[in-house]
C-alpha cells in the first residue's frame, strides 16, 4: 500500500508539472532570465536586444515616460553632432536616436516627420483613421513626411553606415 501510495503522489507531481510546464514558459519570457545592462536616457524610451525582429512585443517597461530602449540604442537631444542619428519629430517633441537597437512607446506619439540620417532598420506606425499597422523599413538617407493620426509605435535601428544626415 505505501509502494502505491508514493507512486501516485509521484505520478500526481509528474501531471501537475506537464500541466503547468507550457502556463510557466508563456508567462516568464526568456529575456526575464539573463540581466543586460541598458542604457535609459532622461526621456526614456522599453528595451529589447539590437536582434529582435520588427514585431517584437516582448519589450521590458523601464520609465514612467512610456519609452523603452534597447541595450545599445540611445536617445538624446538633437544637436549638431548628432546630425547623422535618427531624427522624428513627433507630438513629443523632437527625438534623436543612435547605435543599434529599438525603441518603443506604451502610449505611442503621434508622428510628424522620420529622417533616417546614416541609419537603417525598421519603424512601425499605426493610423489611427483606419485602425492599420504599418511596419516600414528604412536606409540612409530615407526621409519622410506624415499626415495628421499616424502614431510612432518603435523605431529599431539595425546599424548605420556612411555620412548622410538629417
Known amino acids: 500500500m505505501t509502494r502505491l501510495t508514493s507512486r501516485l503522489a509521484a505520478a500526481g507531481i509528474l501531471t501537475l508539472a506537464v500541466v503547468l510546464a507550457p502556463c510557466l514558459a508563456t508567462a516568464i519570457p526568456a529575456s526575464a532570465a539573463t ?15 539590437a536582434s529582435a525582429s520588427p514585431a517584437r512585443t516582448d519589450l521590458a517597461h523601464l520609465s514612467a515616460s512610456g519609452t523603452t530602449v534597447s541595450p545599445a540604442i540611445e536617445q538624446e537631444s538633437c544637436t549638431s553632432g548628432r546630425a547623422t542619428w535618427v531624427h522624428v519629430d513627433t507630438s513629443y517633441g523632437l527625438l534623436c536616436f543612435g547605435f543599434a537597437g529599438t525603441a518603443k512607446w506604451s502610449v505611442p506619439p503621434l508622428l510628424y516627420t522620420f529622417c533616417a540620417g546614416n541609419n537603417y532598420g525598421y519603424f512601425e506606425t499605426y493610423n489611427e483613421a483606419n485602425g492599420k499597422y504599418f511596419v516600414q523599413h528604412f536606409t540612409q538617407g530615407f526621409g519622410a513626411d506624415f499626415g495628421s493620426l ?17
Not at 35 to 49: D, E, I, K, Q, R
Not at 158 to 164: A, E, F, N, P, R
Open 35 to 49: 540581466s543586460a545592462p541598458t542604457h535609459v536616457a532622461a526621456s526614456a524610451v522599453t528595451a529589447s536586444p
Open 150 to 166: 499616424i502614431l510612432l509605435v518603435y523605431v529599431e535601428i539595425q546599424g548605420y553606415s556612411g555620412s548622410d544626415k538629417c
